[in-house]
Structure formats: C-alpha cells, structure tokens
C-alpha cells in the first residue's frame, strides 16, 4: 500500500505563497508522475494543478502557469507545489496524486488533502 502524505496548507493574503509538500511511502520513481489537483468549494471535480513526470517534465493549468511551480527532493520521496502570487480562486482543498505504470492495480493513490484559503 502506498501512503502520500500532504502538509503546508493554510490561510494566506492574496498575494502571497504557500508551499505544499507530498510524502510518498515509496520512491517516487515507483511512479509515471506526481502531482497535485484540487477541489475548490461547491466543485464535485477535482482539477489538475500541476503534474512532475519520472522524468522531470511538469505540466501545469493554464490557471496557475507563472505563479506555481511544481519540483521534487527524489532522496526525500517528495513532491513540492510552490505557490506565489496567491487568488482568492486558489481558495481549494489541494490533493496530493501519484500513478503508476498502467499494468498495476490499484494505479493511482491520493493524499488525505491539505485545505489553502486565500483570504484578507
């Protein structure tokens, strides 16, 4: 079983950073791609926020390119979403995702979730 753990939320200004972390039980590589979606309040989806592949390409939305950047500490089974340049729109509950190569099951894991509000 693979366990993401999620932290760094919070209650920020708009305007400001936050930076959320994700903690995999296994090595990162044990996966296609890391990542991070979110659900904002009202919304049954989650949506994409940011994407790191095994190898190093990121995606992002088109919402959050130049503000959030996504990277990774591979010796410390880590994902990282920095955040800058904070909107009330980024006010959401952020979720930690990790997918493995498509012959595994269960393929995909989810972190419990961390809560960030941007707010004044």
């Known amino acids: 079983q693979v366990q993401l753990v999620e932290s760094g939320g919070g209650l920020v200004q708009p305007g400001g950073s936050l930076r959320l972390s994700c903690t995999a039980s296994?090595?990162?590589?044990?996966?296609?791609?890391m990542g991070w979606f979110r659900q904002a309040p009202g919304k049954q989806r989650r949506e994409l926020v940011a994407?790191?592949?095994?190898?190093?390409?990121?995606n992002y939305a088109d919402s959050v390119k130049g503000r959030f950047t996504i990277s990774r500490d591979t010796s410390k089974s880590t994902v990282y979403l920095q955040m800058n340049s904070l909107k009330p729109d980024d006010t959401a509950v952020y979720y930690c995702n990790a997918k493995r190569p498509p012959q595994f099951v269960p393929r995909e894991y989810w972190g419990q979730g961390t809560q960030v509000t941007v707010s004044s």
């Open positions: 994407t790191i592949t095994t190898g190093g390409s990121t």
């Open positions: 296994r090595s990162i590589f044990t996966f296609d791609t």
